[in-house]
């Protein structure tokens, strides 16, 4: 367990060393906080973190591969690679390490969030019920763009495909579900707007806590955990 530990502790604050990750906070708290002041407070506006919950999850797109691009990645092209896959840990413990400091991550890059709820809530009403449950569905979603993005890690050291991976491939099905229906074969659409997981993620944003929905995102993080488990297990026997 405390090998675990320093997995996730030297992933996380390594994030904190590089520009990369000062910038993606950055980002974060300057677009939460202009739609703060310039839309959600003001005068009549109805008391709601909605919109900061949508912008959000459309922000996680992009944040989410950024902060799961180098777990791997970076092991190979430093070389560090060598030393975690001779190390006593399991490839399940190894890859579970990555994927808690992404969470870790995540949960930081949302934090903001929190005090322009305070700020609401002295100078209004807001429905914390509908905000938790829509911080829950962009967690989610953020979380399985940075598991893609280090699912794709795992196969190579360039951080850039890694990155470009994980925002195009759910980019795509996105695409393929909004703009490509009438000119698929009536046989598989439903599948493909089953697999545009932004689809799942709305209900969370209006309040609407629908297990159905909680089930199918943890099944895709599950999915892809598993695959980058594969995926370290040849890596670790190469190395």
């Not at 944040?63 to 399991?90: Q, V």
């Not at 809530?121 to 569905?137: A, M, N, S, T, V």
């Not at 009536?186 to 209900?203: A, F």
């Amino acid at each position: 367990m405390s090998a675990i530990k320093k997995v996730i502790s030297r992933e996380y604050f390594s994030f904190f060393k590089i520009p990369a990750g000062w910038f993606a906070l950055s980002v974060m708290m300057l677009s939460n906080g202009l739609l703060f002041i310039f839309d959600i407070f003001e005068p009549g506006k109805e008391a709601s973190l909605r919109p900061l919950l949508q912008l959000n999850g459309w922000l996680l797109l992009f944040i989410g591969p950024a902060l799961g691009m180098r777990t791997f990645s970076e092991e190979y092209r430093s070389g560090t690679w060598c030393f975690l896959a001779n190390s006593k840990l399991t490839n399940s413990q190894i890859v579970f390490g990555k994927f808690v400091s992404i969470l870790l991550l995540l949960v930081t890059s949302v934090s903001p969030l929190l005090p322009c709820g305070i700020v609401l809530e002295i100078y209004g009403d807001p429905d914390w019920g509908e905000f938790f449950c829509g911080l829950l569905g962009v967690l989610l979603a953020g979380v399985i763009y940075g598991t893609t993005a280090m699912f794709f890690s795992s196969w190579t050291s360039s951080q850039s495909v890694a990155f470009l991976g994980g925002i195009f491939f759910w980019m795509m099905l996105t695409l393929l579900a909004r703009f490509t229906i009438p000119i698929l074969p009536e046989s598989i659409v439903s599948t493909v707007v089953y697999l545009d997981i932004t689809q799942k993620v709305v209900p969370f944003s209006l309040g609407l806590f629908d297990t159905a929905n909680l089930i199918y995102l943890f099944s895709w993080i599950l999915v892809i955990l598993f695959f980058t488990v594969c995926i370290i297990s040849q890596k670790r026997w190469t190395a």
